[in-house]
T-cell receptor, first 117, second 114 residues
């Protein structure tokens, strides 16, 4: 039983470049979440998927950020024209279902540490 | 408005002692869930314990218990018999009904010393 996996584990990029971060949720989990954790901070919600649709994109900080999910499984978070303030750990989580189940535990991946030079 | 407040940036506790990590929250929704996660230096987020707003009893999971005081809007985590492996960041989080995201506090770094 594999957990949530993310790749790459580390990504160093130059300012202005685009990056793609990948998340593989736990098999059978319909809900998928992206969070961002800046150094010394708590987690900041970015976007939520239920299946392939994203009913809540309220946390995306700018239009440079986008995400998609295909086949109700793998998700990709894309950051275009990266800026230094985008440097953070990007965490993905999945759960069996989304809204309506308060107790639905979110299982987190190990994160991708993004450094923008 | 900040919805989850963790006022202790750092805490120290001696091995085998109990420690309480504070968490207060703010919501106008009568239905919500409260979570505690542990984040060791490896970076993974580990779920510890859950408390629902309508739960009559305080949640317990092994050495973890949640001191839920609804009127005061507090959900403190109590770790009994601390172990060296408990050294980590601890985050309190809240989920309101019909929303999907977790709102996290800024965390408390716990250090357990021998």
């Amino acid at each position: 039983g594999a957990g949530v996996s993310q790749s790459p584990s580390n990504k160093v990029t130059e300012k202005g470049k685009d990056v793609e971060l990948r998340c593989d949720p736990i098999s059978g989990h319909t809900a998928l979440y992206w969070y961002r954790q800046s150094l010394g901070q708590g987690l900041e919600f970015l976007i939520y998927f239920q299946g392939n649709s994203a009913p809540d994109k309220s946390g995306l900080p700018s239009d440079r950020f986008s995400a998609e999910r295909t086949g109700g499984s793998v998700s990709t978070l894309t950051i275009q024209r990266t800026q230094q303030e985008d440097s953070a750990v990007y965490l993905c989580a999945s759960s069996l279902e989304g809204a309506g189940g308060l107790h639905n535990e979110q299982f987190f991946g190990p994160g991708t540490r993004l450094t923008v030079l | 408005a900040q919805k989850i407040t963790q006022t202790q940036p750092g805490m120290f506790v001696q091995e085998k002692e109990a420690v309480t990590l504070d968490c207060t929250y703010d919501t106008s929704d009568p239905s919500y869930g409260l979570f505690w996660y542990k984040q060791p230096s490896s970076g993974e987020m580990i779920f510890l314990i859950y408390q629902g707003s309508y739960d009559q009893q305080n949640a317990t999971e092994g050495r973890y218990s949640l001191n839920f005081q609804k009127a005061r809007k507090s959900a403190n985590l109590v770790i009994s018999a601390s172990q060296l492996g408990d050294s980590a960041m601890y985050f309190c989080a809240m989920r309101e009904v019909n929303t999907d995201k977790l709102i996290f506090g800024t965390g408390t770094r716990l250090q357990v010393f021998p």
